[in-house]
């Protein structure tokens, strides 16, 4: 079982910038795909964007061009930097992580997930 804790939200003015971590531990050498997924008020959990163990980035479409996904692996630590945000940001971001190595948008396909972290854009 891999362990997940999330950290680096809070409250910004539309525009502004956040970096949102993810720190592993447990049976981390299980690590495979890990993704962002956010989920607001009265909406499903949506997927934010994934990265494969190797290979392509994947982003939601929402968010392409303003948030950056990557990973140290060395430190079992997965990272989110939001750039550009927007009031329909708002969410409560969680962090995920799957045995395969391959990126998937369905949050059913993953074990392993954090708490969350809250993400408030005002406007």
């Known amino acids: 079982q891999v362990q997940l804790v999330e950290s680096g939200g809070g409250l910004v003015q539309a525009g502004g910038s956040l970096r949102l971590s993810c720190a592993a531990s447990g049976r981390t050498f299980t690590l495979g795909a890990m993704a962002w997924f956010r989920q607001a008020p009265g909406k499903e959990r949506e997927f934010v964007a994934g990265?494969?163990?190797?290979?392509?980035?994947v982003y939601a479409d929402s968010v392409k061009g303003r948030f950056t996904i990557s990973r140290d692996n060395a430190k079992n630590t997965l990272y989110l930097q939001m750039n550009s945000l927007k009031p329909e940001d708002t969410a409560m971001y969680y962090c995920?992580?799957?045995?395969?190595?391959?990126?998937?948008?369905?949050?059913?396909?993953?074990?392993?997930w954090g708490q969350g972290t809250q993400v408030t854009v005002s406007s």
């Open positions: 990265i494969p163990w190797t290979g392509a980035l």
């Open positions: 995920a992580a799957r045995v395969a190595p391959k990126i998937s948008r369905n949050p059913g396909d993953f074990g392993s």
